[in-house]
């Protein structure tokens, strides 16, 4: 069950293929139960049958997902057929989750089990336990957690059959579930809104100081890295309801979103807080480079442009002069969307810690073009540009976005 103000965890849902992963499946549901926790028990498989006899039957599960269970065996196609159990799974999760029915999740398995699980698992809000065993857990987990707070366990051997190392690690991947079942997360009330900001290791004074400010006059400031995932995730919380006011600094997804690098947060960045009709502060912080992995993972088109070597595994490409007026049009078109208070920040002396007389990406003229840009592009009456004679880590400047974000909170 669900207590309203805070999470109080008495049910766990037990998802996946029954039909393959059965003794495992009944191998962490035991352990669970053991420590007090009940079970749901909801069976993905398509084709065989399942070891024991679960809570929520695999021909649920497909009509869900669009499609009888029939069709899905006639057809014999392992793709759609994972495409029809994981929308199932996901849409059951979520209804079981609202109604109060369950208040976490676990699910095993290898790519197939691991797709529908971690899908079923995004259903559900930040916050609500999420643990998935899988054979892939030592990869690229992007795809499968997304930006949702999905804790991935590698199995180390695949998951076949009950054996002295898999034993371990299944058990403790059900501790684990059940120690979050059995807590009970106090719940924080907060006078003031929640406030995201976004931050980059080279906007880190600005973001810094700005957050020191609004954390003194009350505020809680959740500092989202601006690395692709960090801005999805500010904007799936922004759309959740948890955020309540902005501070953008960092808007320099949008670099690698229109070059093509590697922290793109994809084309909706910047969206959710104009449908969500809150205030919002934002800035041009870094919109100077586009991230690529190593020097050798540059593409050879981009070999003779102004590269900068940030680190052993991340390098930094300044952008070009067309790029920044793009740029602008791009953020300008997002910022024109908003029916609420909003301010758009220029630090007209640089826009990110090397963008700096002295520093590799000193650009003067491609950062007035994609100040004029936004200028030129930003129409809507809700949305005041504020000029200021600083770099963008200027204390000064720091301090002025997060005192016109207050208020704007205030007037909202």
Known sequence: MVKKGGIVLRKVLLLGT????????????????DSGVKTLVMNCGVKGAPLFQPDIANVEVAERGGESLEKLIKADDRGS???????????????????????????????????????????????????????????????????????????????????????????NAAFAISGMANGNVPALQYDKPLIGATMFGLTTPCVTKAREYLEKH??????????????????????????????????????????????????????????????????????????FGGMDTVPESFKNRNLYKHNATTTLMRTSKEENKELGKIIAEKMNRTNSSAALFLPLNG??????????????GEDQLLFQSLRDHVTS????????????????????MAQKLIELIETN
């Open 18 to 33: 029954l039909d393959t992963k059965g003794e495992e499946f009944q191998f962490i549901k035991e352990i669970i139960e």
């Open 81 to 171: 057929a994972i495409d029809v159990m994981m929308k199932g799974a996901a849409l059951l999760t979520f209804d079981l989750f609202e109604s109060g029915a369950i208040s976490g999740v676990i699910s095993l398995g290898g790519s197939a089990g691991t797709t529908i699980g971690t899908h079923a698992m995004q259903s559900l809000p930040v916050g609500v336990p999420k643990v998935m065993v899988s054979t892939i857990a030592s990869g690229d987990t992007r795809p499968y957690v997304g930006v949702t707070d999905i804790t991935m366990m590698y199995s180390v051997v695949d998951i076949s059959g009950i054996n002295p190392l898999s034993s371990q690690i299944l058990a």
């Open 218 to 291: 009350g505020y809680n400031v959740l500092v989202f890295h601006a690395t692709g995932t960090g801005g999805k995730a500010m904007e799936t919380l922004i759309e959740s309801g948890y955020i309540k006011a902005v501070l953008d600094v960092t808007t320099t997804e949008w670099c690698d979103e229109l070059v093509g690098g590697i922290y793109s947060a994809g084309p909706y960045r910047m969206e959710a807080a104009s449908k969500a009709s809150i205030p919002q502060v934002v800035s041009t912080g870094a919109l100077d480079m586009v991230n």
């Open 351 to 364: 826009v990110s810690g090397i963008d700096t007389q002295g520093k590799p990406f000193f650009g003067p």
């Open 381 to 400: 009456d809700t949305v005041e540009i504020i000029e200021k004679n600083n770099h963008i880590n200027d204390e000064e400047f720091a301090l002025a």
